[in-house]
Structure formats: C-alpha cells, structure tokens
C-alpha cells in the first residue's frame, strides 16, 4: 500500500465516507483512517439504531389511532422483535458491508488510531501495534466526530450510568430509567424506552428541546407525560450516589431524589480531538475546530491554518450536529479540494458548489418523538435573536383534512417563520404524527427563497398532510 495520497480523511463516519468518496469522483486518491468501524457512529450507535428502537412503537401507535386498526391489536409490542430488528440495523456491530463499498469506490481503508504528526501527515497506530505514516500531496480532512458528553456531578462513577451509545445498543430495557438532559437525545430515547417498558424519569435543566419552538417542545412533553414519563423540568441533578440496594439516586436541585435502575447522560456531545496530534500543527487539543465558510481549519486566532491543507467537517466542526448536513459539508468540501487540485477557484460564495450555506439558513432536522418535530431554519426567536424583522403564521395540524383522516384525533401544529423584508420563509416547524416526511417541502421553500406570491401556485394535494402549506398561506393572506 502506497503511503502517499491526495487526500487522507481520519475517521470513516458517514461524514468522512462521502468526503472520501467525493475526492475519488474527482479524480484524485484518498486514504480514509478509522479506529472503530467504519460507518461511524451514526451506524451503529446513534441515529439507525435509535430510530429502529422508535419505529415499531410509532407504527403500532398509528393503528391505534384507526378504530379498525386497533381491532386487529392482538397483544403488545414483541421488545425481544424490537431488539433484534434494531440488530440487523445496526449491522450486528459489523462493517463488512460499508468496508465493501469503500473498496468498490477507490478508497484505501487503514485501520487505526490516526494523529496528525505535522503538515500533511498523518500517523496511524494500528490495533495490533503496526505503526505507519501517510502523507498527503493536497489536504487532510479532519471527520472525527464527536463522543457523549461526561457531566461533572460528583458520585457519577458509583452508579450504573449509560450513554446513548449502550442505550442505542442495549439488549432490554432497565425496569427503571432516569435521564439526565432533556434535549435531541433524552427525548428520543425517554420516548423509546418508555414504549420498551421502562419506567422513564426525565431530568431537565430547561424545559424540553430547548432549541425548538416553544408550542413543539409543549406537544412532545404533554406526550411523553401522556405515555407514562415523569419530566421533571427546570432542575439539575447535583448529585449521584448508590442506594442499598444497588440501585442509583440522583439529587435534583430542588432537593427532591430519583431512584433508577440505570442513569442515560444525555447532556451534549464532546469532540473528538483529544488525540489527534493538534498540538503538532499548532492548535488546542480536546477542542471543537472551527472551520471558514469553506471547511478549512482556523488557527486558534482565526486567521487561515498555513495554506489551508487542514479541513474538518461533520460533528467536529459542530456547525450542524446531523448526518446529513456533515454528509452535505462532504460534498461540497470533497468537490472543492478536487478543484483546488485542479488549479480551478472553489467557489465558496453563499449558496456556491463549494459552500456549506445551508448550514447557516436552512438546518433541517426531525426528532423522532411522538409526535415528531420536524424544523428547518429559523424558529421565531432565533429569527429576532439574528435581527430580522419576521412575522409568524400558525395552523392548528389537526384542522387539516389530510391529518384527521390519517388518525382520528390528530392533534399537531406548523409554525411558518417569514422575512418581512424579502417576503420568504426563513423558517418551519411542525409538530405532529408523521410530521417526518412534509419537512422537506419547508426546506425547499427556504433554500430555493421561494417569493411567497410564487408558493401560492405550489399546490398541496388533497387530502395530505401537507394541505397545511396552503392553510399558512391562507392565514397570512395575500396582501403583504
Ligand atoms: C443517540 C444519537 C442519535 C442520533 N440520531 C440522529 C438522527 O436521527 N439523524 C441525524 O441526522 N443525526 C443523528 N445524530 C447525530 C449523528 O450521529 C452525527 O451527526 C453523525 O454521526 C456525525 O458524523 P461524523 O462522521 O461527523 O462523526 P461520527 O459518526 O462520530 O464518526 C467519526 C468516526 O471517526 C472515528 N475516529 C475518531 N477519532 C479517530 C482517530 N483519531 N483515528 C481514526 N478514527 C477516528 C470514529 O471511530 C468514528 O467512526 C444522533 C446522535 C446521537 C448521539
Ligand atoms: N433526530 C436527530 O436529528 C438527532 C437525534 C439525537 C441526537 N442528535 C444530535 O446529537 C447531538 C447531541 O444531542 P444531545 O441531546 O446529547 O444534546 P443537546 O445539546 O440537544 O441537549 C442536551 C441537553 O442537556 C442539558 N444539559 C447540559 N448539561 C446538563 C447538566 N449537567 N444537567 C442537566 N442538563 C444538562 C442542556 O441544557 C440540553 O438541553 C445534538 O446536536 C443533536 O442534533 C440528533
């Protein structure tokens, strides 16, 4: 195996498989590091795993919701079926499938723990001792992703805790849960294992998803209180301890205690640059790396990193924490280094082939709980903390001819968030059953600035879910 390539990507997550990918389709070589598997967390222990955990519920929840359908209920969720299903999602823990792709793309895989050791220089220690350099003639790209974020509450390492990475893996469900945060990750698996017949407690500093509209966040709380989980919100747990039973106690803030079998911290991400040699090119080691509008790595005084050869993208540059606008930063990254290397000019403007604008204006996101929140770009506070002048149009969901026939008693809400100045919408946010799929028109519509006057003529079929479209714009009427 040769030691020089074009390009060398260290970490094979679902973000640096498409770098790697897009440097191959434009001509040049690349080497992709892993020390894990290759697929990255996402595949195994975040997104794919977590969603199957959710879908057997959400589908038996939807024929609930049909008299008929119920009917035909004969018992109750098969958890042992859950589990297993869940397994083969996450390929039994096994890359051999993403391996074969890589190698049927052009990609040299080196398996290892990889440090930068300099410009260009990538040092890899294998499992079994093997140590080899590579080096790279154009960039490297940083796609180490990010790890589950310890909390410092003293007794924490007395008590049987979880991260998300054992909850997406686990094989039962504990008779007791607790959760200690109440965003992306504590609400989805709260509303996982709560259907998996654990006794949920969740703990949360602010109220639920703080980042969401305040009217999703309401829906999605009355819910999980709905399915039997007890939220506690507006406390912290201070501190941990073990019970004489083995079981764990946590101290809340408001001097109250709850007991659990197991404790998930679901309190954020850290990244993983703890060991990857950023002293070597002159930056800080265990931080997030912040990155220009075109994915190069900036020295920690902002200014441009040397000639620019260092990029990171996904997770590790925490523009947008989601597989698939650290898959879209991919793309644009990997066409940007092949034109380099072609003496072509990236073009890194907003909106260009090069940029990651979409990051900034339009992150679509769907949390799968029940009822799902589906959100792109700006929520209406987020569009007043940027300074623009927005107005906002709600429509009650469960109005809609398409959700009343899709299960009886719908309950659900959008939100459109519009520019005054431009007359666009710059943000969406539904929250409801099945919301999952209409998000993608929002981003559209965001992205392509689609001039409300020319939306009017984006005719929603009846009777669907996504007649609400037509319902916001009726609300706002036509006169602005
Ligand atoms: C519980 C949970 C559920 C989630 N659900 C969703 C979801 O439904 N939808 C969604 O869009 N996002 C979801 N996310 C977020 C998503 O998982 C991440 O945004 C995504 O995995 C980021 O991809 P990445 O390639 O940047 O990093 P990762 O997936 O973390 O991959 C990084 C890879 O780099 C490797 N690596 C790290 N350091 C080194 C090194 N020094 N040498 C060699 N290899 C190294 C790691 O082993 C890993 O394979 C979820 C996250 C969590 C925690
Ligand atoms: N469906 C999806 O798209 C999906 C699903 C899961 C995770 N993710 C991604 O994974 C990332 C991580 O999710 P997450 O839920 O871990 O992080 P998060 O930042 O969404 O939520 C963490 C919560 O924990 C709270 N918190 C922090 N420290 C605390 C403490 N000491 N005590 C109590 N509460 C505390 C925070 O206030 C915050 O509300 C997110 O960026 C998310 O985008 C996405």
């Known amino acids: 195996m040769t030691n020089v390539y074009d390009v060398i990507v260290i970490g094979a997550g679902p973000v640096g498989e498409n770098v790697a990918d897009r440097i191959v389709r434009g001509g040049l070589t690349a080497a992709i590091v892993e020390r894990e598997l290759v697929g990255g967390e996402c595949s195994y222990w975040a997104c794919m795993p977590t969603k199957a955990l959710l879908r057997d519920a959400a589908a038996l929840r939807a024929a609930r919701a049909l008299p008929a359908a119920r009917a035909a209920i004969t018992g109750p969720l098969d958890t042992a079926e859950v589990f297993a299903r869940r397994n083969r999602f996450a390929s039994q823990w096994k890359d051999a499938g993403q391996v074969d792709w890589l190698h049927s793309a052009g990609i040299d895989l080196v398996r290892g723990h990889g440090r930068l050791s300099g410009p260009r220089r990538v040092h890899v220690r294998g499992d079994d001792g093997g140590e080899v350099e590579l080096r790279a003639r154009h960039a490297v790209v940083v796609a180490t992703g990010s790890s589950a974020l310890r909390p410092a509450i003293p007794g924490l390492d007395q008590i049987p805790t979880w991260t998300s990475r054992e909850a997406a893996s686990a094989d039962s469900a504990p008779e007791r849960l607790?959760?200690?945060?109440?965003?992306?990750?504590?609400?989805?698996?709260?509303?996982?294992?709560?259907a998996l017949g654990s006794g949920v407690?969740?703990?949360?500093?602010?109220?639920?998803?703080?980042?969401?509209?305040?009217?999703a966040s309401e829906h999605v709380t009355a819910a999980l209180e709905e399915a039997g989980v007890t939220t506690r919100t507006g406390v912290d747990a201070v501190a941990a301890r073990c019970g004489r039973t083995g079981a764990a106690l946590l101290e809340l803030s408001d001097g109250t205690t709850v007991e659990a079998d197991r404790v998930l911290l679901a309190v954020g991400r850290a990244p993983n640059t703890g060991d990857i040699g950023l002293d070597t090119v002159g930056l800080t080691p265990g931080a997030w790396l912040t990155v220009g509008q075109d994915l190069r790595v900036l020295a920690d005084d902002g200014a441009q990193l040397d000639d620019g050869w260092l990029y990171a993208a996904g997770d590790v540059n925490r523009r947008a924490q989601l597989t698939h606008h650290g898959k879209y930063q991919a793309r644009a990254l990997g066409d940007a280094v092949a034109a380099r290397a072609a003496g072509e000019d990236a073009d890194t403007s907003p909106w260009g082939r090069h940029a990651s604008t979409a990051d900034e204006h339009a992150t679509a996101q769907v949390i799968f709980t029940a009822p799902e929140i589906a959100t792109v770009g700006h929520t209406a506070a987020s569009a007043e903390a940027h300074g623009l002048s927005t107005r906002v149009v709600d429509h009650d969901l469960g109005a809609v001819a398409g959700a009343a026939l899709h299960a009886d008693g719908y309950t659900g809400r959008a939100r459109m968030v519009i520019d005054n100045d431009r007359n666009v919408v710059v943000?969406?946010?539904?929250?409801?059953?099945?919301?999952?799929?209409?998000?993608?028109?929002?981003?559209?519509?965001?992205?392509?600035?689609?001039?409300?006057?020319?939306?009017w003529h984006a005719v929603p079929a009846f009777p669907t879910i996504s007649e609400v479209w037509l319902r916001l714009l009726e609300t706002d009427g036509r006169d602005h």
């Open 427 to 455: 943000g969406f946010t539904a929250v409801g059953f099945d919301v999952a799929e209409i998000l993608h028109a929002a981003t559209i519509a965001i992205t392509g600035e689609v001039p409300l006057d020319r939306l």
């Open 201 to 215: 407690t969740l703990v949360s500093r602010t109220r639920l998803l703080p980042g969401v509209e305040e009217f």
């Open 178 to 194: 607790a959760i200690i945060g109440g965003g992306v990750v504590g609400t989805e698996l709260a509303t996982a294992y709560s």
